[in-house]
């Protein structure tokens, strides 16, 4: 089965710190025992300040999570090379692919998608073969496209957050992970707007 890029429909917010530009000011305060100068609009005024002098450690008190669903393992291998997040994925070393989806990307041509859906029906038939000759999914899966849909859950640090999503967020970056990040990005800017209002997409 194809799966259409619908990214905004497959990031979810599953957890994220309670107010966190509170938290992030608490403890950036500590660092300046400059906890007197807290008021009603100061986090926005002392996270900007944080941010412009590059002192982002107090941002990785807040963190979020999300799962992304229907996406590629192409994705999913560009995003886990961030290392400071914790990461729990859909396993192929466990899970059937019996019936796998994947991911069409929107660069093929109309006329090349027949093709390309073919190839996906070869690849189906590979590993229902390799299964049905005994092998264990963990090595049938090496015949496994990277077209092939996964989910993963993501959980980070607001200072992770704020690198993935200028990283990604390029017009540089592959279709698939910048459009995961655009909508990362949209979640979390209404939850935490001025850890991220200097952040925007392409």
Known sequence: MSISPKIADDVHLLAITPEPEKVIEEAGRTCYLSFDKI????AHTFIKRLI????ESPLE???ATFRIQHCSRAMTHQLVRHRLMAVSQQSQRYVNEDQFEHVTPPTISEGDLDDYHN???????????????GLRKEDARYVLPNACTSEIVVSANFREWRHILKTRLSPKAQWEIRGVCEKILEIL???APHCFEDITAG
């Open 61 to 63: 008190h807040a963190y």
């Open 52 to 55: 412009q002098l590059g002192h």
């Open 119 to 133: 190839d996906m029906r070869r690849i189906q038939e590979m590993y229902d073969k390799w299964r049905q000759r």
């Open 189 to 191: 800017s209404p939850k």
């Open 39 to 42: 008021g009603a609009d100061s």
